[in-house]
């Protein structure tokens, strides 16, 4: 019998996708991908919404910023970690308002995000930043370079660990892991550098893996709060190694943001006080 899982109830910062579009290509899925449907766009981020409010979670968003089409993708505008907004450098032009955007969301929330050094190393927030296990598991190849691991150490006291990412349809580190609970992850080895990929091995090495397809599948920008995982449904065979492993896999379907390279996780900020 697997475990019983717990959850934790969790604060989640999102941005509706009010202005979100494929205008522009940063990422492999953003130049192969039809035109975005933004009504059933609209539709699938409400049902994540409401997917997370009916597991006992309290969803807040940003205020969406026309000419901003991927502020939906909140998890990259910050990393927050027992009340401190370490915020992002985005390394595409395109999305560099985005952090001054959330920082406003911030301060009117009762932060107080520290101000970003203009010519410092691209981090791009808690998509290539994943806390777990008293360690941020800080992902470097595409976005946020080795530099900017060390800003994050620095910042908020915590070890963290560079994982080297290899494949461009995994260019954040959240499209290729996510944390399963506060010990344990799930990822795709493919995705890394074979040192990571070991890394990764010795760290957790109770991890759940995943296959290609579920990769593909955006299966591993997943958010997890213990017990229920918010994942994608098309990722089938990581859905039932969850449930095998105790965990209540939760499909909502963000097919929509995918042709952005984004999913699930994407759309998510976790803030974490203490
Ligand atoms: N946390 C994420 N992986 N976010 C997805 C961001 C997608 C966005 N189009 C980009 O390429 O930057």
Known sequence: MPPVRVSRPRRYLTCAPTYFDVTYAINPWMRENAPVDTALARTQWEALVRAYREAGHTVESAEPVPGLPDMVFAANAALVLDGKVLRARFHA????????????WFKAAGFDPQEPEPCGPVCEGEGDLVPVAGLILAGTG????????????????????????TDPYFYHLDTALFAL???????????FSPGSREVLGRLFPDAVTATGDDAMAFGLNSVSDGRHVFISPRATGLVDRL????????????????????????CTQEVRTP
């Open 181 to 191: 609970d506060d010990e344990n992850i799930a990822y795709y080895p493919e995705a």
């Open 142 to 165: 595409f976005r946020t370079t080795v530099p900017a691991h060390q800003e994050a150490q620095e910042f908020f006291g915590v070890p963290t660990v560079s994982l080297h990412l």
């Open 93 to 104: 032009e395109q999305r560099q308002p985005e952090s001054a955007a959330y920082a406003l």
């Open 243 to 266: 449930a095998e492993r105790g965990y209540v896999p939760v499909p909502v379907d963000l097919s929509e943001f995918h042709k952005a390279g984004g999913g699930i996780k994407c």
